[in-house]
T-cell receptor, first 113, second 114 residues
């Protein structure tokens, strides 16, 4: 059974600091997604990572994937208040001929001025 | 494109009533997913379709839940009879394949069962 874990689940950090959110998953995967959710809103796609060693960056966020370790990281550089949100990783896995996507529990990030 | 459209945005109903949630995926997308989000259980995959065919409904919590996709542009999730523990935000998402394409989420339906 595919399981996805994230840590930390809650993160409070000061503006200007760096931090990393970790996403572990239990079985082999075809791809890894990162999403952002603001309170009361829908989920917004940030990154899709498809292969071992993949790295993608957008502004102050950088995501990477290590398929051998079954680990993805979301690194936050010089955090600003606007990054406060809940961040989800999700793992896609092909089962039989179709693709299932399972989400982690989310990391609630609060950036404090 | 208007994105994934869900209706209603909010639904308040009494225990025992039937509830129907609706979703219009993005045109051309061949996968459709229904998720339920609660504080306690996070985002749970309920069911997903490929080319209008239900592929995996193992996440549907009980027989009270059913989902259909009669055509490529419409899906419903029905709860009958509803119970207070069904209160949650229900999201529909669609994607074009799932290889390199992200899932696009609707705005969700917030369901409250009293």
């Amino acid at each position: 059974e595919l399981k996805v874990e994230q840590n930390p689940l809650f993160l409070s950090m000061q503006e200007g600091k760096n931090y990393t959110i970790y996403c572990n998953y239990s079985t082999t995967s075809d791809r890894l997604y990162w999403y952002r959710q603001d309170p009361g809103k829908s989920l917004e796609s940030l990154f899709v990572l498809l292969s071992n060693g993949a790295v993608k960056q957008e502004g102050r966020l950088m995501a990477s994937l290590d398929t051998k370790a079954r680990l993805s990281t979301l690194h936050i550089t010089a955090a600003v208040h606007d990054l406060s949100a809940t961040y989800f990783c999700a793992v896609g896995r092909r089962e039989t001929s179709y693709d299932k996507v399972i989400f982690g529990p989310g990391t609630s990030l609060s950036v404090i001025p | 494109d208007a994105g994934v459209i869900q209706s209603p945005r909010h639904e308040v109903t009494e225990m025992g009533q039937e509830v129907t949630l609706r979703c219009k995926p993005i045109s051309g997308h061949d996968y459709l997913f229904w998720y339920r989000q609660t504080m306690m259980r996070g985002l749970e995959l309920l069911i997903y379709f490929n080319n209008n065919v239900p592929i995996d409904d193992s996440g549907m919590p009980e027989d009270r839940f059913s989902a259909k996709m009669p055509n490529a542009s419409f899906s419903t999730l029905k709860i009958q009879p509803s119970e207070p523990r069904d209160s949650a935000v229900y999201f529909c998402a669609s994607s074009f394949g799932t290889g390199g394409s992200p899932l696009h989420f609707g705005n969700g339906t917030r369901l409250t069962v009293t």
